[in-house]
């Protein structure tokens, strides 16, 4: 009965969302214009009311509360324009912190820069503070009032007479859908995601009919409308309360058949785009679980043109040989395979850090796995690298890890003839480098070990409809999504801190403990050492949670060995939950309630992420050298 029950409300509200779309005779200009000045005139009324407290506000002001919660109402109706056209104005909007550094990718060529953010997430959360600021909450609101200036421009609103911007737009929400929306990173108050959601999905609907009588040309398919009035009416059947929200069949059975069908019209009409929010995004992924959704690196380095099968085949069979030689370090013991182990996804599960090139020493940091490396922008705990060559350079010539000088490495690597043989075959596709460098020895190295970030999880597979996923995982992506909270920093697909649109990676203060007895902070500044800031001490880079269940130990010093010990830190507040606060803690300190099924279905769905990375084949011998002394060293190395 209740089943029947549940099948004819959700038809009831696909009548109901149908008639809620946008009136006829309403283009899609004037429909943005009209959302944005509801926004404006809902921003003014915040300001109305903060001016009648006289700069006195109380936890408890419950009509400032309902204010704010109407602007943001209002900014989820316009939200599907304002977070693409222009990122830097919407976190005026909309912040989920007052300050942030992150870097995006067309920033690699310039300093990073603090970004100050406003709106009515930040003074929604000040309002809960026991003594609120009116200033700072006044300082939020005037935020999104200079932000409602900017999406209120003629630049701003010319830009809508093109049906590639609608697409792009489309695509960008629909991303967010899945990583976004329904995970409370942008929501303070838990109880209103689901509202907001609705609010939204009512709001699009409106959009896509308003675009269809625009351009009619280009106009949302009926199967595509179809579908996203039952996506809509999904949510709706869903409880209220957001933690038992279904997540799973929400992304898999709406959010990325939508988003395949999108990506089909954008190559179709051959959308163009001409905004670096666009920078990383691949028109031809046709799923939200393809591996080629986006590109954060370029795993071909100075290869980065030679297209033809064969040549490629040669850089990755010399890069396999290389990876395994210890002719790349000082000594001529260590291969990159003395801490990427092959058999281990490429990292080292048997020491919380790995050994100094000292042989005596460790190193102050976990060794990360190679897999999956190339979905960052920035690379290391720290994000000091902007490129896979980059980092593998550093490490080739640092002290403590390989210890060689790179003019050293390019000779020693040309004495053998195999490798010489192979680079002057591959001379003619870097005319710009007509001499073999190290960047042609890394570029080997990062194109071979990247082909093993092409192999897909038995969560992928659900989620494309090929296979089934365990009842236990499936609890566990509902829990990650939501009520542990773990999606507000390990973001779809990938699973690390890179976001839609991907083009930045988040940085995250968890305040780490150096030991299981949580008797001090760990003292690596993380981030503050490439850009020193109060936000940045002791922030380190978001990794992936893929094949996590294969890659312990964890956290940036490998402190935890287990994922439950990982699961507990976070349970209990990180580091100031554990009475070790670092003062500046992006993660809440508060507990998250987790229950013992409520760990042991998380840790069966980050199981689930293990992917089908076939073994490597590891050489059983190196190339010969015509130096005698080189031909000692052994595949892999020995330490």
């Known amino acids: ?30 429909l943005y214009q009209s959302r944005l000045l509801h926004l404006c005139d809902a921003n003014r009324k915040i300001k109305d009311v903060l001016t009648a407290r006289r700069g006195v506000v109380a936890d408890s002001d419950t009509i400032l509360l309902t204010v704010i919660n109407e602007a943001r109402l209002e900014l989820k109706r316009a939200d599907f324009w304002l977070r693409y056209t222009d990122p830097a104005a919407y976190r005026l909007l909309n912040a989920p912190l007052p300050v942030e550094w992150e870097i995006e990718v067309f920033e690699k060529f310039e300093k990073p820069y603090k970004r100050e953010g406003g709106g009515y997430t930040l003074a929604h959360l000040e309002l809960q503070e026991a003594t609120p600021d009116a200033n700072m909450i006044s300082a939020f609101i005037d935020s999104a009032e200079k932000a409602c200036n900017v999406f209120t421009s003629d630049s701003i609103r010319s830009r809508l007479g093109s049906y590639s911007h609608f697409f792009l737009c489309n695509r960008l929400f629909l991303l967010n859908l899945a990583a976004i929306y329904t995970t409370g990173f942008e929501c303070p108050d838990a109880e209103r995601i689901l509202p907001e959601l609705r609010e939204m999905l009512m709001a699009v609907g409106g959009i896509y009919s308003s675009f269809n009588e625009s351009f009619p040309t280009y106009a949302l398919p009926a199967d595509y409308m179809d579908l996203y009035r039952r996506m809509a009416a999904f949510t709706v059947t869903q409880p209220s309360d957001a933690s038992a929200f279904d997540h799973f069949r929400f992304i898999r059975d709406y959010v990325n058949p ?23 995004l691949n ?19 100075i290869f980065r043109r030679v297209e033809d099968s064969i040549a490629l085949a040669d850089i990755e069979e ?9 002719i790349l370090s000082g000594n001529n013991q260590r291969s990159c395979a003395s801490c990427h182990k092959p058999y281990q996804f490429f990292t080292d599960t048997t020491v919380a850090t790995a050994i100094h090139f000292d042989k005596v020493n460790h190193l102050p ?13 920035l690379l290391m705990a720290d994000g000091r690298h902007f490129s896979l060559d980059g980092q593998a350079r550093d490490v080739i010539s640092n002290p403590a890890e390989m210890g060689c000088e790179q003019a050293e490495v390019v000779q020693k690597v040309l004495s053998c003839s195999k490798y010489k043989k192979s680079f002057k075959r591959l001379l003619q596709f870097t005319p710009q480098e007509p001499e073999v460098t190290l960047e042609h020895i890394t570029s080997c190295l990062t194109w071979y070990y990247n082909k093993f970030s092409a192999h897909y999880s038995a969560f992928d597979s659900a989620m494309s409809g090929q296979a089934e996923l365990d009842v236990a995982a499936r609890r566990g992506f509902n829990l990650f999504m939501n009520k542990a909270q773990c999606a507000t920093c390990h973001f779809v697909p990938q699973f690390n801190g890179v976001k839609p649109p991907y083009i930045g990676s988040e940085f995250e203060v968890l305040g780490v403990p150096g ?13 503050y050492v490439v850009n020193p800031s109060r936000e940045t001490l002791r922030a380190f880079r978001t990794g992936t949670l893929r ?42 300190s508060d507990s ?32 010969v050298s015509k130096h005698k002394v080189l031909n000692k060293r052994k595949p892999g190395g020995i330490y």
């Open 365 to 377: 940091r976990n060794t990360p796995t190679l897999i999956n490396a190339g979905f960052n922008h």
């Open 1 to 30: 009965m209740k089943r029947v029950w549940v099948i004819l409300f959700a038809a009831l509200m696909l009548l109901v969302f149908r008639s809620a779309e946008s009136p006829h005779g309403v283009t899609y200009a004037e």
């Open 318 to 326: 010399t890069g396999r040989l290389l990876f395994y030689d210890p």
């Open 258 to 280: 939508l988003y395949t069908m999108n990506q089909v019209l954008i190559l179709k009409y051959n959308v163009v785009s001409r905004s670096l929010v666009d920078y990383s």
């Open 515 to 527: 030991d299981k007895s949580y008797s001090r902070l760990s003292a690596d500044s993380g981030r």
């Open 283 to 301: 028109k031809k992924a046709t799923s939200l679980f393809d591996k080629s959704l986006y590109n954060g690196q370029n795993a071909k380095g």
């Open 592 to 623: 998250l309630h987790l229950s013992e099924k409520d760990k042991n279905d998380l840790i069966a769905f980050m199981a689930s992420l293990t992917e089908a990375v076939p073994d490597p084949v590891v050489p059983e011998r190196l190339p």
């Open 547 to 588: 094949n996590v269940t294969r890659t312990a130990p964890y956290m940036h010093n490998g402190v935890f060995r287990t994922l439950r010990e990982v699961i507990d830190f976070y349970d209990a507040g990180g580091g100031a939950g554990h009475g070790l606060d670092p003062g500046n803690q992006t993660l809440s």
